[in-house]
């Protein structure tokens, strides 16, 4: 069982295109939680118009038609891949938030017992505030077994193109619904379907692609392709009033500046089919990078810690500002302990040193943490059956 998004390790396959893919994603979302220190190209095609739809494009792309032979095996899966992991950790990152707020570390918000926990778990997906990335998690779990029994209660007459058009009519749908307030209609109840009518597109377009499109794409003119991304996505940005963003996903509540409920769609095609383009182009460079396979392999692990990374480090600068007599490190400390995605910035690029440690660290507790399991009576066993699925 791996930690990557996709529906296998990406950095173990011989597809290095989508392995590089799937690292840039993830290192577009740290540094997007470093208020966009890189900026590789965000402010063509904005990190927030298409990542997270990245994933789930990517996932789609390795779906198996196999897997719909042994559902039970499948959701038994999916639930140790996505929501075991979820759970533990959301709950274990709740739980070390109680205690830094019982020692006067920080003050998020207000004490969040199991209940509140578990309510948020099912709707919003961030149980706290360090959990805060793990929402998307339990979206791509129901997004992928959704799909999957839908796949096979249809496969008789199962047609790629009109799936992939009825999933885009029903994420355009979940745009719409979400602006008009059914995202918060009984506390949050109908934001998990409202996440896997969105997110489904996308999963669709991934086997489409693999399916039909992949070997066009592979034979068009790189240039022609990335310029065309390029003329598209501002035409889109001027279509929309100069912002195609759509943030907080996982509380549906980003859509309010789309003019047009395609818009997602449109910037997320753009933005995917740009970076695949780019990840092409590099294969030959770094395709063969153990960095890049490292990061690929583990980008769930990633997502999962790198907030709590980001506040060990501001932790250490807390303390050496303690220190810092001459006032030179002026650390805020009022912002870090109210928000989970403060970061000291001395400068700008400093932002950088964020994202190493978010990554470094990140891989450090995924390799503690296997030991740990590898180390438990019957891990082995549990391993080998899991592959067989």
């Known amino acids: 069982m791996g930690n990557n998004m996709s529906e296998k390790q990406v950095g173990s396959k011989s597809n290095k295109t ?50 719909l032979e042994n559902m039970p095996g499948l959701v038994m899966k999916k639930t140790k891949k996505f929501m075991i992991p979820f759970l533990f950790w959301g709950f274990f990152y709740l739980g070390l938030e109680r205690l830094m707020d019982h020692l006067g570390i920080i003050r998020y918000e207000q004490e969040v017992g199991i209940v509140e926990g578990l309510h948020r778990a099912f709707t919003t997906g961030q149980i706290c505030n360090l959990a805060g990335p793990l929402w998307f998690l339990p979206a791509s779990y129901f997004t992928q077994l959704i799909y999957a029994f839908v796949r096979r209660g249809f496969r008789k007459i199962w047609n790629e193109w009109l799936a992939l058009l009825i999933f885009i009519i029903a994420g355009c749908a979940s745009v719409s619904l979400s602006n008009s307030g059914w995202n918060t209609w009984q506390a949050g109840a109908l934001l998990i379907p409202l996440k896997v009518a969105f997110f489904l597109q996308f999963y669709q377009l ?113 303390g050496i500002s303690l220190l810092d007599k001459s006032g030179t490190i002026v650390f805020d400390v009022e912002m870090f302990q109210s928000w989970a995605v403060y970061r000291y910035e001395p400068f700008k690029q400093f932002g950088v040193f964020y994202i190493i440690v978010g990554i470094v660290g990140s891989l450090l507790i995924v390799s503690g943490t296997e030991r740990i399991k590898k180390s438990l009576p019957g ?11």
């Open 18 to 67: 989508f392995m590089i893919l799937s690292a840039f994603g993830i290192v577009m979302l740290l540094d997007a939680h470093t208020w966009t220190t890189v900026n590789i190209f965000a402010n063509i095609i904005e990190y927030n118009s298409f990542f997270m739809p990245l994933f789930v494009f990517i996932s789609g792309y390795f779906f198996s038609e196999g897997s």
């Open 206 to 318: 991934g086997v489409v692609y693999k399916k039909y499109l992949e070997e066009f794409h592979k034979k068009a003119s790189n240039c022609v392709v990335l310029l065309s991304t390029i003329i598209g996505s501002i035409i889109v940005l001027a279509a929309n009033g100069g912002n195609d963003s759509f943030i907080d996903l996982f509380a549906m509540t980003g859509f309010w500046n789309i003019k047009c409920v395609v818009f997602p769609l449109l910037t997320s095609v753009l933005g995917i089919t740009f970076w695949l383009t780019v990840s092409r182009i590099l294969e030959p460079a770094i395709g063969e990078s153990k960095v890049v396979n490292k990061i690929s392999d583990n980008t769930l692990g990633i997502l999962e810690h790198h907030l709590f990374c980001y506040n060990v480090l501001n932790l250490l600068f807390w």
């Open 379 to 389: 891990r082995k066993s549990e391993h080998n059956k899991l592959k067989k699925l």
